[in-house]
């Protein structure tokens, strides 16, 4: 797995907005690595999946869609949810699994939702946010709702009938919606090229009648600038759009991976493009930030962390008496 040249060219923004991506960023990082070490203390328990390496996808593309659009993700969700508007106080929460959480702490890590930023999970199974996605996109095309939805997925999900079948009916129907495919090369363990015949995402994707793009993920800027031109072609009612970002985790599948799938010297080569050092780089190269400020803001993260971690501290348990809440209706059904 070769590693493409860390991201140079110029940032296309003003300051205020070239900040924003940074610090949303360094958010997603500062949160993920604080989640590592609670789990590493017991803290967090049960499964947990990092965006590491990844922040430049979710970053850049959510700053491309609009507040009332849908988004559908996997189980590797955190950042998803953060730069949609949830608070990290209720991610840390959920992963606590205290009732404070997003979703009253019963979904942990991997169930992140929240309809008020019409965040629909977080899935853990593999393809099935997919199918989801195009449900939500039917629904806005007959009532006539200007929105997109978008939908992200690993390149492992490429394999699963439910990516097939969701895109031959959004294909056929022209539904709105913006297949975002995460390819981080490794599909839990396995490598693309030893788990598929076609390793061209996009040859699988314009199969089904639709375009398709392809970009960097470790470069903020262009994840922007391409999910920008996707779903405004998806909005305009041009039918759905397969943009797959090819990026790299630094971290391992989930805290139980021992990564024996790969080299460490592999790694670290894709370190050398990592989004955020090559990011920071560039704007100080455009002097829309110094080192100064880079600690400041790193500062300001740092506390957002701290404050979040203490509020999953303090928050409660589920009571016994609740625990059958939501999980069946009572009394037997009507003839």
């Not at 960023?25 to 999946?49: C, D, N, Q, T, W």
């Not at 955190?78 to 949609?84: D, G, T």
């Not at 996109?137 to 978008?150: E, F, G, Q, Y």
């Not at 993920?217 to 009612?237: F, I, N």
Request: glycine content about 8%; charged content about 20%; overall charge negative.
């Amino acid at each position: 797995m070769i590693a493409p040249p860390p991201p140079s060219g110029p940032v296309p923004y003003n300051r205020d907005f070239a900040l924003l991506l940074l610090t949303d960023m360094l958010r997603v990082r500062r949160m993920e690595e604080k989640s590592a070490e609670l789990y590493g203390a017991g803290r967090i328990r049960g499964f947990l999946h990092l965006y590491i390496g990844e922040e430049a996808v979710a970053v850049g593309a959510l700053h491309a869609l609009q507040a009332h659009d849908n988004l559908v993700t996997t189980y590797r969700e955190h950042a998803h949810a953060l730069v949609r508007g949830m608070p990290m106080s209720a991610i840390m929460a959920e992963m606590y699994g205290r009732q404070e959480g997003c979703s009253q702490g019963r979904g942990g890590s991997m169930h992140l939702f929240d309809r008020t930023t019409r965040l629909f999970g977080g899935n853990a199974i593999v393809g099935a946010g997919l199918p989801v996605a195009v449900g939500l996109a039917l629904a806005d095309k007959m009532l006539r709702a200007s929105r997109v939805t978008a939908c992200f997925f690993g390149e492992g999900a490429v394999a699963e009938g439910a990516f097939h079948e969701s895109m031959n009916l959004a294909a056929l129907w022209r539904l709105p919606v913006l297949f975002c495919c995460e390819n981080n090369r490794y599909a839990m363990g396995t490598a693309l090229e030893r788990s598929e015949s076609q390793t061209d995402l996009c040859a699988k994707a314009s199969s089904y009648g639709m375009p398709v793009l392809r970009v960097d993920g470790m470069d903020v800027v262009a994840v922007h600038e391409a999910t920008l031109q996707a779903q405004a072609r998806v909005r305009a009612g041009e039918g759905p759009l397969f943009v797959e970002y090819q990026t790299y985790r630094f971290r391992a599948h989930s805290m139980f991976d021992a990564e024996l799938y790969r080299s460490r010297e592999e790694v670290e080569q894709w370190k050398k493009c990592g989004p955020i050092h090559t990011y920071t780089a560039r704007l100080k190269r455009q002097e829309l930030l110094d080192e100064e400020a880079f600690l400041a803001l790193d500062a300001q993260v740092a506390a957002e962390v701290d404050s979040a971690v203490v509020f999953a501290e303090a928050g409660s348990d589920e009571t016994f008496e609740s625990m059958m809440a939501d999980v069946h209706t009572s009394g037997g059904l009507s003839r």
